[in-house]
Every structure is written in C-alpha cells, then in structure tokens.
C-alpha cells in the first residue's frame, strides 16, 4: 500500500510541477510582451540603445517579472492538473482504494510549500541585485545619467573588518547646488555610539564636504556629554556627490537585510518608514501565496468537470485578480500609514488562507 502511494504522489507531483513549469512561461511571455518589451522599444526609440544593453536590459528583467509568476504559476497548475485528475474520474478511483482528500491533496500542497521557500530565496538573493543592476545599466549605459540627480534620504556607511565606524544620514540631496539638508553623523567606537554631530547643511566644494549651523554631542553610556556649536565643519568623508548618489539603493534594490538596517536609520531620524516597511513584508507575503493560491485552487480543481482546462483559466484569472486587487489596496493602506503596515500587507493572505482552508474542509467532507 505504501509503495502505491508513494507511485500516486510522484504522479500526481510530476503533474503539477510540468503545469507549473507551463505557468511561469505563459504568464512571464505575457508580462515580457505587456511591459517590458514596450519599455526596451521605447529605449531604442528615444536614446538609442545599442543591442548590447537592450540584451542586458531584457535578461535583467526576467528575475523581477518571475517572482510574480510563481503564485500564479501555482495556482494554474494545481487547478489543471487536479481538475484534469477529477475530470477523468482518477481522483474518484483514488478515493475508492480509501486514500483521503488530504492524502491526495498533499503531493500539490508540498510543492507549493517548496515553492513559496524557494520563492522567498530567490527575492532576497537575486532579484535585488538583477534590479539594481537594471536600474544602472538603464541610467549609465542607456541613458547616460553621469551627473548625481536629487534625491531624499541619503545613508553613507563607513565600516571597517565588520564593524560600523560611522554612519551619516541627509534628509535630502539637492542636484543643482551640490548640497545635503538635515545631516546627522553619528561616530562609533567598538560597535557602541560615541559622538554625534548634527547640521543644517552640508555643501561639497573645494573637492570636500562642508557642514554648516550644527551642534556636536559626545555620548557616553547613552547619556549626551560635552555639547558644542559650530558655525562650519569639514565632514570626514571623502566621497563626491557622485559617488553617493550611485552608492544609493532604491527599495527595490535592497535586500530584506539592508531594508530593516535602512528603517533603524530612518526611524532614529524620526522619518516616516511606512514605504520601506510595506515592502519589506511583502518580499515574504508575495511568494507565499504560492502555498496559498494551492490551497484555494485544489478543492475548487476537485469538482468534476470535463472542460477542466477551460474552466481552470477562467478561475485562475478571477482568484489572481480578486487577490492582487487586495495586495494593491493593502500596499496603499500600508504605505499611507492608516493601518500598521504589517498588518495592512498581510491581510490579503490571511483572507486566502483562511478562504483555502475553509475550501479544503468542505471538499474534505
């Protein structure tokens, strides 16, 4: 009996895995042919992009346009293959040899779980870095972007064998008057903070930065010692406008890692987190819903039907719109502050799960 049931879950898992295969290519061609195909005809037309960044800019695309196919990849997949099974009355002879629903249910309900892991891996280690490398290719090879553009919240970072040295946050970086509002500088010895210095402004000339109207606190044990103004100060680093500016990360850039680092900083600074938070969450909410949409997708693929292809499509379609529907209004909640962010990027998941766990007991039943 063991040995049957290991042949049905191999059967069954090679099923679902080729439809899945079949998704993330389907949905991927749609995406590519929808957005980015547009976008590189558009680089071509107005800056003329040679083919070697065109190619790089296509291949650096592919990671951030196929994280978001995995969950719709694996609800296809699971509704195909279960309807399939249940159309042709496989899923009825399994039930008579006395295997359960959940029994049969649970090759699909691994692979979904694999996936969502898998997922989570690959939009920390990979997409992060093919965006960043877009985002360069796109500014410095396309588009020819070489001098630093304005930008808010800049984070300069000097560490030295693992340990951060100083740490220096501006509010905002003004293009046209090489300057950084709101700057705060904090200076560490073995890990522990040991001065700080705040400024107005800073300017870069004379090929260094220069503060300007700041205070400076020796810190001790986290009680502030020795306060002093000054009216201008060299700040110690020698990087030009430049150089920060492309060391800068959008969040999309950044790892889950680097985000949370990026919201200590900012929270310390008193700046609204609510962005950074919403897609920090997301980097896990996004591909769990892998093993959710498996959920919800096998009981609805257990009802017999012999247009189950037809029919798996069109459920398909409406589940990931009903879905992405609520992770775009749960983004924009989370974003504006009204709701924890937390809360606000998890809740889409929650209703699925709880909707594909109510689905999976009454088709259990």
């Known amino acids: 009996m063991r040995m049957r049931i290991r042949i049905l879950d191999i059967y069954i898992l090679k099923e679902v895995f080729k439809t899945f295969i079949f998704g993330i290519c389907a949905f991927s061609a749609v995406f590519i042919g929808s957005g980015t195909l547009f976008r590189i005809a558009q680089y071509v037309t107005e800056y003329g992009a040679s083919l070697a960044s065109v190619a790089k800019i296509f291949v650096l695309s592919l990671p951030g346009v196929v994280i978001w196919t995995f969950p719709m990849s694996m609800l296809l997949s699971s509704l195909l293959t279960i309807g399939r099974l249940s159309g042709n009355s496989e899923i009825t002879a399994m039930k008579s040899c006395g295997i359960s629903f959940y029994r049969i249910a649970m090759p699909a309900i ?91 402004y800073a300017k870069w000339q004379n090929n260094q930065w220069t503060m300007y109207s700041g205070i400076i606190y020796d810190v001790s044990k986290g009680e502030t010692h020795h306060t002093m103004h000054f009216n201008s100060q060299v700040l110690p680093i020698n990087q030009s406008p430049n150089e920060i500016i492309r060391s800068q990360k959008k969040p ?56 189950s292809s037809s029919r798996g499509f069109v459920i398909s379609i409406i589940i990931i719109f009903i879905y992405y529907s609520l992770m775009t209004m749960a983004g924009a909640i989370a974003q504006s502050g009204t709701v924890d962010p937390m809360l606000a990027v998890w809740l889409p998941n929650i209703i699925g799960l709880l909707a594909g766990c109510w689905l999976m007991h009454r088709a259990a039943r």
């Open 110 to 200: 691994a692979l979904g779980a694999v996936v969502s892991v898998f997922a989570i891996g690959f939009n920390e280690y990979v997409v992060p870095w093919s965006n960043e490398a877009y985002s360069n290719v796109l500014n410095y090879e396309i588009k020819g972007n070489l001098a630093p553009q304005s930008q808010e919240h800049i984070i300069i970072k000097e560490i030295r064998e693992g340990t951060i040295q100083r740490l220096i946050y501006a509010r905002q970086y003004e293009a046209d008057t090489n300057t950084m509002y709101g700057i705060s500088m904090q200076a560490f010895e073995e890990g522990n903070l040991s001065h700080v210095e705040n400024a107005e």
């Open 252 to 307: 999309e850039e950044m790892s889950m890692k680097e985000l949370k680092a990026q919201i200590e900083i900012m929270r310390a600074q008193y700046v609204n987190t609510s962005k950074l938070e919403s897609e920090l969450y997301q980097r896990v909410t996004i591909p769990m819903a892998s093993l959710i949409f498996t959920l919800v997708a096998i009981p609805l693929g257990m009802q017999p039907n012999r247009n």
